[in-house]
């Protein structure tokens, strides 16, 4: 056998493809193999065909705001379901075809087969031997289904399959109300298919604010049924299959399960890493170096569970692929934890989340945004922020949203959180003339007079006039 | 004749309110005087109708986007323009009440006339002469409409009338394209009338950057006919006005001046203050205090023509009010420029312009929005962000750009800047996955390719990965 290779990566989802970029950089004696379809979770089932159909699915419902609008006519659009979900799948391939392109020309370094560790620096890759410096595991997630619920065949629907339906429903159940369940169910919905959402928890979308995530129940309900607190159970009846939670029943055509995802670490041989493995199978990894134990092994991405977002699961890559690459693994400092979910309201959650702060320590500024200027005349009026801060020096700790355009009032939160500002100086920057930002601003305010200088008059904390129109 | 008054305020709009609600803080001897109707620019006639307006022609141009996103029925909608602007009446008189509300109450404080000045201390209202120990004017600015165009009549609109019609066209000629002309042009335009739209200069909107100007003009044309360069004259024909601009002519139904607002100064008695007056009758009033000369007068707002913005003269009224009820006038450090233009996609500029800058010293990164992933998803896929930095320090200086929900993009670059903070500070941030955001990444990672640190590889400076789905 020759020379060991100096890395292998397993796995070309996106932080495999982030590890990818920064080992070819450094050397060209790698590999890097693929199980399954190449192309991203994110490009092919994931991020942008969800994105793709929901934005498809609210440009039609903004028909139901024409009437007040001005606009007549509204009555007679329908949505073509067969034509969305090609566009969908149109989109998709494209984007998929971009991703693509990171492994082009790779010639024999790029591999299509199923890797298996045979000890910390030994690779079995379909009975073939290779040893390497180091190892990078980037071999992402998948859908939880419960193993019973398979027997539905081909209504049992996942991101995975969801997008290659020639058509949907008319009756569908979404089960599992997180990111995913919350984004599917209210763009189908709102596609004007019959949707039932069930959630086993109260809690929708990850949120951490009880009233917030009330709120954001009652706008979901505008839109589907949906069902809380129990958990869901399947059984075939005349005409469907029927989901139950509790006392309600519902007889649907297909069944999403949007129950988080699991990592792909079976038959990988984590065990012959000789490091102590967790009750699911999986080892301790460093969240700053991505490092396994002492190993000369890295694993970024959503096959390590922590953070399973794409902008996370590219820095992680990022920093395997340099580590795996490294004499002595470098420690990264991790971004401002930030999620959006983009049902709308968007929602979003920016920096430290409630559970995680002192309420003794803490101050809340709120604002809704059913009043709001801008999102009135913009008839987005729907939602509510809130922001955290310290209650001694008022900086910026977290905050929590459902709020029209929040995906963009999140990214200005994050960037504030991120530079430890205080809401003080952060209501010195110009918010301009009717803006969203204008809401934020006035949750800002609402920490600003908690806070030990609350009645301080300067032109940071130019208070407002208290009406809407200017506000 | 009794004691002097605290201060007298001249003018009821949003520079005066703000200054009223410092003054009230400070005193009960003093004066509001409005002459017209009641209630801001913003609110009767200015920002809050142009963009109820601009989200009624946005939804309804939205159709043009429904086959492909396979939606059926666009070709049916059409727009009822006397129930657009009837919505856009009945949410302006309702954002009007709430600013009226500011004045409720005042009692004698409140006076509707014209007040005159009579020197530093003395102000006329309407024969009845008051002493005050200061005086703040803000009597605003009105629309700036050639005397002989006058004679078109009823035909002859600005924002001060628009609003009113019952209804309009359907051939209009908007004259002037700086913001409020492209905003009302293509909002006009996109709810089925007839826009021809002339321009004197070549720039349109206040953009500073040629190839963004080009951009826009280019995206405008698709909405309407768009002439520039040469002066718009009018004359009236056999069935209209007809607007010639060079070797244009269009004839028309109505024609919307949109040639910038001019301060309401006249009759106000400047001179009488003993100050110099500049040619169009306007005394130096220092930006950072607000004052006159060394008087104890004040002019915030529309009126003093520095920064005709809401968000400005929001600002300035509250500088004033303070001021004119101190000793010594307060210095105050304004805010960082924030500049937008709500057509589509936004325009903003941010921070210095391309004209302040030396190109010795600026490197300039830029993105196009026609690849971007997640404008492509939501069809919303034009225009372009230009960011611009430091060579030597990477430190953010300017923005300018005409970007799909450009409008808080502006907001995140404002507050980048308004900290000072350099471009790879800025791409510490999170971005999450799939934004708009994830342009402007792109726009700061071509400045930091050029700075002196470009190739430093850390998280802050995380490289994409060169993909659309995933930048």
Known sequence: MSEPLDTIIIGAGTAGLAALREVRKRTSRFLIVNDGPWGTTCARVG?????????????????????????????????????????????????????????????HASISG???????????????????????????????????????????????????????GPRIAVVGMGAIGVELSQALARLGLQVAAFSTGDTLAGLSDPGLNEEL???????????????????????GIEVSSGPNRVVVDQVIAAMGRTPNIEHLGLETLGVPLDKRGLPQVDPKTLQVGNLRVFMPGDANTQVPLLHEAADEGHIAGMNAMADTPTRFQRRTPLAIVFCDP???????RLDDLDPACTVTGTVGFADQGRARAALYNHGRLLVHADKTTGRLLGAELCAPDGEHLAHLLALAIHRELTVQCLLGMPFYHPTLEEGLRTALRDVARQLPDGSASDLATCAGLGVPALD
Chains 1, 2 share one sequence.
């Open 47 to 107: 991020c942008m065909p969800s994105k793709t159909l929901i934005e498809a699915a609210n440009a039609f419902h903004r028909r139901h705001a024409f009437e007040e609008f001005g606009i007549r006519g509204g009555d007679a659009l329908s949505a073509d379901i067969p034509a969305v979900l090609q566009r969908v799948r149109a989109l998709r391939d494209d984007f998929v075809a971009g991703v693509m392109k990171a492994t082009d020309n790779l010639g």
């Open 114 to 168: 199923r890797a298996t560790l045979l000890g910390p620096g030994t690779v079995d890759i379909d009975g073939k031997v290779y040893q390497a410096n180091s190892i990078v595991i980037a071999t992402g997630s998948r859908p939880k289904v419960p193993e019973e619920w398979l027997a539905f065949g081909d209504r049992m629907l996942t991101t995975d399959t969801l997008f290659e339906q020639a058509s949907l």
């Open 217 to 239: 129940a009652a706008l979901l309900k505008k839109d589907m049924v949906l069902h809380t607190g129990e958990p869901a159970e399947l059984r075939e009846v005349a005409g």
């Open 346 to 352: 968007n929602i979003a959650t920016v920096g430290q």
